[in-house]
């Protein structure tokens, strides 16, 4: 009786962590380059103090989104996607952004303060976040100031 109740508790741990991940599959594929797809209702939170950098929210993989791209590390290197289901491409260098991330953001988050104070952060479905995002880069070019962030390349 006790490995039935041992194993159904281990089935129910399983299957909640399986739902709060879903928002993110992670794949190595044959180039062994990590194939991460970013599901339109995962929610992502825009980082204070940085160059409009979101995260990916209650993921265990640390994924950015900035200007127009999305942006991860792994093992020690970083790779970048236009497309939040895949095409991740390895990077020479760390992201203009990064160093404008709190180096502790991740704790922050998870306490709910930002510099001491509450963080009251709003998580918005990534698809939202990319809509807005397409909107405000249109909105600059049709002001005719052209001073939307520049790719980095």
């Given at each position: 009786?006790?490995?039935?109740?041992?194993?159904?508790?281990?089935?129910?741990?399983?299957?909640?962590?399986?739902?709060?991940?879903?928002?993110?599959?992670?794949?190595?594929?044959?180039?062994?380059?990590?194939?991460?797809?970013?599901?339109?209702?995962?929610?992502?939170?825009?980082?204070?103090?940085?160059?409009?950098?979101?995260?990916?929210?209650?993921?265990?993989?640390?994924?950015?989104?900035?200007?127009?791209?999305?942006?991860?590390?792994w093992q020690g290197k970083w790779f970048k996607s236009e497309n939040s289901n895949g095409g991740w491409q390895p990077y020479n260098k760390a992201p203009e952004f990064y160093s404008k991330v709190n180096p502790h953001w991740?704790?922050?988050?998870?306490?709910?303060?930002?510099?001491?104070?509450?963080?009251?952060?709003?998580?918005?479905?990534?698809?939202?976040?990319?809509?807005?995002?397409?909107?405000?880069?249109?909105?600059?070019?049709?002001?005719?100031?052209?001073?939307?962030?520049?790719?980095?390349?």
């Open positions: 009786m006790k490995k039935i109740i041992a194993s159904m508790v281990f089935a129910a741990c399983v299957s909640t962590a399986a739902i709060a991940e879903a928002d993110v599959n992670i794949n190595i594929n044959l180039n062994g380059i990590p194939d991460v797809s970013i599901s339109d209702n995962a929610s992502v939170v825009l980082i204070p103090d940085t160059p409009d950098v979101y995260f990916v929210a209650d993921s265990s993989e640390d994924i950015f989104f900035w200007n127009g791209m999305w942006w991860r590390s991740k704790q922050n988050y998870k306490a709910g303060k930002w510099n001491g104070k509450p963080w009251k952060y709003k998580k918005v479905p990534q698809g939202q976040m990319k809509k807005e995002h397409s909107r405000d880069k249109n909105e600059q070019q049709e002001k005719g100031n052209g001073k939307g962030h520049k790719k980095d390349k």
